[in-house]
């Protein structure tokens, strides 16, 4: 690793730099998320955001590998031309369809997507009694979250993946593309489910909630929602009602930025309390009363 710089702040033309690609990227919580893991290790580098326009995605990847980036994170609505400006992509980005973290190797671009890895953390730090082999898990959505996740899930040994979503041939798309043990249902069929995730904006601050009955959730059941923006959504406050195990987003979105960090910058972090109050200490614990006054736009609240 490049020896770093005096106070940990300053950059030397040793630098190591990264950033995060998206339209906008004044949103993102990553520069801030790799921001305390340089200080906090003392690294001569910088994380910034790169906001560009989809038109000059493409060219932008290329101006950046010239210029000297380590690589990339890539947030909304990069992620599909991510994938098809690498010179190379690993399993996981095949498998997800999209790319989330880019690496520069000698003029190399490859490509990988951590998102449904950083799902995987997160559940088995807040829920350290459930497996991916523990029985069916039931996934609402199926847009880009949802094909990395249940890509991860089958992956990890899951027995059986059954999407639910408004538009149930996008559903039946994604199952084919996935290929493997995942089905399509109009409802969600939660009795015998070991986990029930959400990766759908509803719940998210300033959008109606997720009306779902929980009822027929097994009691080691674990409930999962993407969502972070509000930490509790009021799916997750209605699971620990019940008694449920509760994962929240926010993990997801740290976790999943670890293996980049530890490509471009020769350190492996760590998720901590002291990283969770960086990065989420200001997101609200509960949405506001809709109808109330309050900002009803808010700030993208997944990945990056």
């Not at 929602?225 to 009602?241: F, G, K, N, S």
Request: neutral net charge; hydrophobic residues 45%.
């Amino acid at each position: 690793m490049t020896p770093p710089a005096p106070d940990g702040t300053l950059l030397s033309g040793h630098a190591r730099i990264a950033g995060i690609l998206g339209w906008p990227a004044s949103h993102s919580r990553s520069p801030r998320l790799h921001g305390l893991w340089l200080r906090r290790h003392g690294v001569d580098g910088a994380y910034i955001p790169l906001p560009v326009r989809p038109e000059r995605f493409a060219q932008a990847v290329r101006s950046l590998a010239d210029l000297g980036f380590r690589g990339a994170n890539v947030t909304i609505p990069h992620k599909e031309a991510a994938f098809a400006v690498c010179d190379r992509v690993d399993a996981t980005a095949h498998r997800a369809g999209a790319v989330n973290t880019l690496v520069f190797r000698d003029g190399v671009i490859e490509g990988s997507n951590t998102d449904g890895w950083g799902f995987l953390q997160n559940c088995a730090e807040a829920a350290p009694g459930w497996t991916p082999d523990a029985g069916p898990v039931v996934i609402l959505g199926a847009g880009g979250s949802a094909r990395a996740i249940a890509a991860a899930l089958l992956d990890a040994s899951c027995p059986r993946v059954v999407l639910v979503n408004r538009s149930p041939a996008r559903a039946e798309a994604l199952a084919r593309a996935l290929g493997g043990p995942i089905e399509v249902a109009e409802s969600p069929p939660l009795a015998g489910a070991a986990m029930l995730v959400n990766t759908t904006s509803l719940g998210m601050q300033g959008q109606p909630p997720l009306e779902i009955d929980l009822a027929p959730l097994p009691a080691a059941a674990v409930v999962a929602d993407i969502v972070y923006v509000p930490r509790e959504t009021p799916l997750l406050a209605a699971a620990r009602a019940r008694g449920l195990a509760a994962v929240e987003g926010l993990g997801m979105l740290l976790h999943q930025a670890r293996p980049g960090f530890e490509a471009w910058f020769g350190v492996t972090p760590r998720v901590d309390d002291e990283l969770r109050a960086v990065v989420g200490g200001d997101i609200p614990l509960h949405a506001p009363d809709r109808g109330a006054g309050e900002e009803q736009s808010p700030p993208p609240q997944r990945r990056a």
